[in-house]
Nanobody
Framework: QLVQSGAEVRTPGTSVKVSCKASGYTCTSYFINWLRQAPGQGFEWMGRIDPEDGKAKYAETFQGRVAFTADTSTNTVYVELTRVTFNDTAVYYC?????????WGQGSQVTVSS
């Protein structure tokens, strides 16, 4: 399973980091994708990371503002989003492997509020 960190509240201009811990398998075995769903919107793919070598691919929308990292010692993958705005309010998900994703985290609510 993939277990994500809890809800976060941030003010505009700050950063937020969400974790996704894999259990039952070694995280280096599969890519991890990050997606988000804003209120009333569909899923938006943010990118993916190969935890084995740390190489990441980012959706153009997020280039320069997002970073994926992996800590293989704890089987955990992270997404950090910087310079958040109100439009970054969403539920953030990690998902394993290729689309359609066989395994999803439970989602982490990120709320940007002044």
């Amino acid at each position: 399973q993939l277990v994500q960190s809890g809800a976060e509240v941030r003010t505009p201009g700050t950063s937020v980091k969400v974790s996704c811990k894999a259990s039952g398998y070694t995280c280096t075995s599969y890519f991890i994708n990050w997606l988000r769903q804003a209120p009333g919107q569909g899923f938006e793919w943010m990118g993916r990371i190969d935890p084995e070598d740390g190489k990441a691919k980012y959706a153009e929308t997020f280039q320069g503002r997002v970073a994926f990292t992996a800590d293989t010692s704890t089987n955990t993958v992270y997404v950090e989003l910087t310079r958040v705005t109100f439009n970054d309010t969403a539920v953030y998900y990690c998902a394993r492997g290729g689309h359609p994703y066989a395994l999803w985290g439970q989602g982490s609510q990120v709320t940007v509020s002044s």
